[in-house]
């Protein structure tokens, strides 16, 4: 078994091994250090000349490696952590997803920005964020969350080595020390894959009645979302299902829609606040496709900053507890509010 | 751009892009065109200076003012007159319009200083192939962070980037007393960057500066800066010039074309003001003659890999 | 009658006039420009020691505007074009947005940052787009988008001058010279108001059967829907009535609410492209408080960037007849896909 | 913090964030805190030195290494303690954390470079009731764009701020010979910011330097930037130190409380540093005794207006 860190860290290494285009680069990235969270360890000390540390310049770097992407390397920028993304949101948004397009397809943007997200560390309102949801929307990127239900070192590596399109690639802190399909592998649970480089999974408990509820997820809420499955299932009889995703955008409707088909009834999980977020277009995608025929709701952070201190951030970040009572209060039609969701 | 920079050739490439950008003001309100456009009539002897010496594969980084760039680096005269026309057979199938040029070797965006860390990066993976990169910039991008994001990593790595400063005294509207402090040789200086600076629009001097510059550069000097102070004649974009006229009239006693014109013999010059005049002529014929880019042509803005 | 343009311009030197504390800042604002829309003409030379001209510099400003607002002014940041807004994320996102509360509520950000939105002029890729859905989903930002059916004048000046949280002022290109109500002084429309500081509207045709549709929108848009609508009902008999909002968030559901429960059918119109944009909030939302009551589908920008281009402009930005093919779509209960999605 | 900076109150001060800082390190590993810290032990001298001589209303504007500047600003460390332990009592209600300290002249965030143009943001505002703006940044925070834009318009407008640049060597683990090109003083310079630049650790020699540069801000001179450069001897937050320990040990020879306190007579500064002792207790104490947040005073991100 392996962690998800090691997995993206091998991804990287083979990366580098596999093309001289290929080139890391990011704040603090070299050993010993290896990065915030050491995933590009050991890196710089095999590759020296490939694996650059950088200034404090998250806007110069995303765009250092627009360009770079644009003169034929594939190169991959670490932001150490997913809070400073906004820096670079410019280069982003207005660079790395424009210009093959605006080029008329005359040239490509092969460019990976890699970063940590997510809270339940205590590291308070800048640096506990999932702050993907003000990206995602841009025509042009591609957004992949890794999860530890579904290996990410290959996905890491495909987004680096075959996607010609530039890749926001999340990956929320807590997943790095979890097993891979560690929650998947003792046959507790059936589990079915759709699409190829970025793969989504349905997962339901094997041998149980058919489903009566939907989880649409990822990243570490993926994980959550096991847990919240089981426990609905053997403290409630109630039994739901879950299509966890890997690619968020473009979003690849099918595997959700043919669960909610059967279930009906779908929730949407997130780390994030909910305002906007990616369950907003799991759910508005969703109605545009089937119609009126599911009920829906959003389970994701309040929507305030995430506090430092552990029983404001537990309180603010979406908890296994609400995934349960938000499933709950689906299945009897209670609409006396959504989960986390409040005036703010 | 040919590689022979006689003093002719100098004035030619000049003229081109003068009568180009003036053909474009003076068309607009016949509705040839949609949008908005940015002119640099005035300053046609930076792009000429330093972009006549460009070496093949050597790559140029612009911006919203970008048509003589585009021309002196070599761009189809007519591929311009098309995009700016938002035809199919424009620089950019008519997707890009006035400031989004994207050709072989040439990047243009709209976007001020965000181009900036782009031609670093470029750099970084020019260098391999010994190539460099010619930035250029107006005065009012050293507001951007960017900007100096991109020095401090072109400084610390080395890399091949020639950094031209367009100081037309003007942000837009607001002249640079009210939005730069300090001077801008210093800006590259405080990097570490060898800068040179000339108040100046003669060709000939900004050749002679852009060849030492990138003579170093070639060499393996690291990044370079030239500040050139110069002016530009024509309104910011299409729309009123607020700028007195008899600054604007004072500048214009330095026309770039004038000063280098005055070198030439007119029997050497007529033969050239007929040819380039024929030249614009048939790239706006062309242009206007050639399909507009059509809806079915829009393809997703995302591709499936290699 | 007053313009769009005049209003926002008046509200602007009410807004200075009332308090030594409002500054305005922001590119080429000083006359005799008057910035590069014209919005702050004539202030500068009222107020030339309140009325500043900036050097090229989003993050700077949006980051001067948080300071000035923490130390007791009211500043109004202009953004020349929307399209810049991203340069800015951070500070809005990581800063004004988050003090106050971080600060256990001890402090207050009285900012409001203004910027023009939209396209159909031919701007091209980096000058002409809808970025607000960026940045709306931020907890502690609230999102206004002036419209010319309800005066934004006196909601600028709320927000500048009443409001003391930070706001991000939306105002569509488009609408600085249309007149404010044209389209619905003349009796034709039934007009109904909701709300106080940023009211929406009801609109539907006077005397008409009961609307079967509903339009959700906001800005440039909401014009639109009203030709959409004058078109559906005298072409097609198809009977709509739109719900046009100016505060985008915090989203104040009930009027659309009471729309749908009638209606049973909704479509979201926005400029910008769909994803994770204002429309699948609205219909997430909606979705949560009524169940699954009523169909939905979005109309928006397709999702790519908009070219310079006049006829491919057209093709990618969202237009009458897209929602008039959208709504007839509907009606006829027809998912052959959404109008204006596709898979990029 | 009192008017009077006589040796030994300068000495209790910086006494006083070495003590706070070197128990939050003890007691980390205890479980007393959630999350992380960064701590400043080994730069006291730079926060004591120049805040120690902060008028009533002048503003501090920090970063993620906010508590020595924190508590030289005349924050409680009470609340400090509690702010770390995610207390109700907190500087901000546990809201904030260790790198989110807001107070009623005090701003801290954990995103770097963001908090200077807030600085001048404030300093416009300020300048209205002649009070001025102190910001402190680290040598690493150079690298970010914002920075420059947040000089450009201080100096544009010559607003009071202080810019005081603690070059401890290290942006997180990066050394700044591979984070930062040319010299830190010149990245004022460019702007017109008249700069000082000192490599101590003595408070006094601190001070010298902050009385005249407050005391040319406060007659109006603009902007000003002192640069000094320092070491940091804990780790740059919980983890790991990677550093070369003879280097550490190299720095610590200057250890800016043995510098200072070796000009106190023995007798003095016992008593001091048993008043110090006491007080860290204390507010530890305090602090462990408060009431945690509480999830139920969770309040909205928008507020309803005035
Ligand atoms: C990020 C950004 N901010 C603002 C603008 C609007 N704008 C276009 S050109 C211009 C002035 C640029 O001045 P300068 O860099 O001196 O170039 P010049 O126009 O003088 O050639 C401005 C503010 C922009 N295009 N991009
Ligand atoms: C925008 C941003 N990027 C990255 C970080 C992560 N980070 C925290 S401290 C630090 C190093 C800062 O170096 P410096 O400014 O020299 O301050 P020091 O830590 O040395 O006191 C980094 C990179 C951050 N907090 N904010
Ligand atoms: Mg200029
Ligand atoms: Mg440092």
């Known amino acids: 078994m392996t962690t998800v860190l090691a997995s993206l860290n091998q991804a990287l290494r083979r990366s580098l091994t596999a093309s001289l285009d290929v080139m890391v680069l990011g704040e603090d990235v070299l050993d010993p250090y290896g990065g915030a969270f050491k995933v590009t360890q050991g890196l710089s000390s095999t590759y020296p000349e490939r694996v650059l540390a950088t200034p404090v310049s998250e806007a110069g770097i995303v765009g250092l490696g627009v360009g770079m992407a644009l003169r034929g390397l594939r190169p991959v920028v670490e932001i150490m952590f997913g809070d400073f993304l906004m820096l670079a949101g410019d280069a982003l948004v207005n660079h790395a997803a424009k210009f093959r397009w605006v080029s008329n397809d005359r040239v490509r943007v092969p460019l990976v920005v890699r970063t940590p997200m997510g809270g339940r560390r205590g590291y308070g309102p800048t640096h506990s964020q999932s702050l993907e949801k003000h990206l995602m929307g841009a025509a042009g990127l591609r957004t992949v969350a890794a999860s530890a239900l579904l290996d990410p070192g290959p996905m890491l590596e495909a987004a680096i080595l075959s996607d010609d399109d530039p890749t926001l690639f999340v990956e929320h802190k807590l997943l790095y020390a979890q097993q891979i399909g560690a929650g998947l592998d003792g046959g507790e649970y059936q589990v079915q894959s759709a699409g190829e480089r970025y793969p989504s999974l349905t997962v339901r408990l094997a041998g149980a009645p058919a489903p009566r509820l939907t989880f649409a997820s990822y990243g570490y809420m993926a994980g959550l979302a096991l847990e919240a499955i089981h426990r609905l299932a053997y403290e409630y009889e109630l039994f739901a299902e879950m299509v966890a995703f890997t690619q968020l955008v473009p979003l690849c409707l099918e595997p959700l829609a043919q669960s909610v088909r059967q279930t009906r009834a779908l929730l949407t999980l997130e780390e994030g606040s909910g305002v906007l977020g990616w369950g907003s277009e799991a759910i508005s995608a969703l109605v545009e496709e089937l119609g009126p025929v599911f009920d829906a709701r959003r389970v994701s952070a309040r929507p305030v900053p995430i506090p430092a201190s552990l029983p404001l951030e537990q309180a603010v970040l979406p908890q296994v507890e609400d995934l349960v009572r938000a499933a709950l209060a689906m299945s009897n039609s209670d609409r006396s509010g959504s989960m986390r969701r409040s005036n703010g | ?306």
């Open chain 2, 1 to 306: 751009m040919p590689a022979e920079l006689t003093p002719a050739e100098l004035y030619r490439q000049m003229l081109r892009i003068r009568r180009f950008e003036e053909t474009v003001l003076e068309a607009f309100p016949r509705g040839w065109f949609y949008g908005t456009t940015h002119t640099g009539i005035g300053q046609e002897a930076n792009a000429v200076g330093v972009l006549g010496l460009r070496k093949p594969g050597e790559v140029v980084v612009s911006n919203h003012r970008c048509h003589g760039h585009f021309l002196a680096y070599g761009g189809s005269m007519t591929a311009l007159a098309a995009e700016l026309m938002g035809r199919a057979t424009g620089v950019c199938g008519g997707r890009g319009g006035s400031q989004h040029l994207i050709d072989k070797d040439f990047y243009a965006s709209g976007v001020l200083g965000g181009t900036l860390p782009l031609a670093v990066g470029m750099a970084l993976a020019e260098r391999r192939r010994q190539h460099l990169v010619i930035a250029f910039l107006g005065d009012g991008t050293l507001g951007e962070g960017a900007v100096y994001e991109s020095l401090n990593l072109a400084a610390l790595w080395r890399l091949p980037v020639y950094f031209i400063v367009e100081n037309n005294r003007y942000a837009q509207t607001t002249p640079i007393h009210l939005h730069l402090a300090g001077e801008i040789p210093a800006r590259f200086e405080a990097f570490g960057i060898p800068v040179e600076e000339r108040d100046t629009t003669d060709v000939l001097e900004i050749r002679d500066l852009a060849e030492s510059g990138l003579d170093r550069l070639r060499r393996g000097s690291g990044p370079q800066a030239l500040v050139l102070h110069t002016y530009r004649f024509s309104p910011h974009s299409r729309g009123d010039d607020l700028r007195d006229p008899r600054e604007i009239e004072r500048f214009r006693q330095r026309d770039p074309l004038r000063t280098h014109g005055a070198r030439l013999r007119p029997e050497d010059r007529r033969p050239i003001e007929a040819e380039v005049e024929q030249e614009v002529h048939q790239a706006f014929e062309a242009a206007r003659a050639a399909p507009v880019a059509d809806a079915a042509s829009i393809t997703p803005a995302l591709g499936q890999g290699t």
